[in-house]
């Protein structure tokens, strides 16, 4: 992966090969990013995607092989005990145009992937929403 | 809700139960927002889309309801008669991963949603085009 | 089309007739961005997607005609041998609200189109990947 900070935003690409929400993650880490909002696209070839169970409270995962346009990759960064989190959801196409997505775990690049990370200055927390079960976001009391 | 500025982007969540549309204009209110950019996600169990008839230049109403996760909200700020007028379009996936999604006009969170709204510091009123019957913006002369 | 520049953000809209793509880097030429991220939302009636076929190293080209929203363009625009680059992927959704996307070539507007450029005052070119054929961002050395 590539990446270069512009102002508060930091651009990154993913090169073949190589996976993007582990390299968002990395990224975050190497500039102490605390709260952050995270958009891009790309061309990937696999796909992980979770889907919450509110009854189990667990993510069933589901993973797409196949030639894919990376539509949308919106999401955020936060921390949760001290370490990145990052909360993000995809989108993708394949060769006949039709779309899937969901909360996305992991997409590996097999052309490229060109991200941006807005730096929003501030920090925020993660905990656990004893009803549901997620992660969400805890703004400081 | 809750939501808290940094800088010139306000991070917003809405809590099971809420609706994500009216939390926007709230907050956009709150704020004093005439002009902003606004993306989101999360998780919806209620989605009501519009689609615009141009013959009868009105949105014919449709409601959605499951466990979706709410895959990109994308849209903006701006004011109408000097009220807060939000456009938002939103993207949805079932537990298939199958999108559908149209011009939001409302969705309730059952999970969580993470907002950004991005006040862009001006003013942008909206006037309907005669012709399409649209609220289209309206630069200054 | 219309623009105004609010601090480093360029609210575009675009009219009935024209078309999204041809705006967006017209408007980028107009205020000499050479690196943005780019996002919008509309309502269009002609869409022109690209497939990337590896083995040829070049779009296979789908035209599509009908009453669709424009849900998401998201992208960036860069630099290629000194001249505008936008790189833009989009969703749309039909009148049932099924949506499909890809790679964003062109799209004709019914509606409106409402797109902001946020520029990041920074320079950015492309090379083309001798593996791929893809013209991929290329940092400084």
Chains 1, 2, 3 share one sequence.
Do not use: C, W
């Not at 919450?52 to 993510?59: F, R, S």
């Not at 039709?98 to 807005?118: K, M, W, Y």
């Not at 200055?121 to 976001?137: K, L, N, W």
Request: proline residues 2%.
């Amino acid at each position: 992966m590539e990446h270069q900070r512009f102002g508060h935003t930091i651009l990154l690409t993913v090169p073949p090969g190589e996976e993007v929400v582990q390299a968002l993650n990395e990224v975050a880490e190497i500039y102490h990013i605390s709260l952050a909002e995270v958009s891009g696209i790309g061309g990937v070839d696999q796909v992980k995607l979770g889907f919450y169970q509110l009854d189990t409270q667990e993510y069933l995962e589901q993973d797409y092989e196949g030639t894919f346009e990376m539509l949308s990759l919106m999401g955020n960064i936060t921390l949760k005990d001290g370490e990145i989190f990052g909360h993000y959801h995809g989108q993708f196409a394949d060769t006949s145009a039709d779309v899937f997505g969901g909360h996305l775990l992991a997409s590996r690049v097999f052309a490229t992937a060109e991200l941006f990370i807005r730096d929003l200055g501030g920090a925020i927390d993660r905990s656990e929403d004893p009803e549901t079960g997620i992660e969400v976001i805890a703004f400081e009391e």
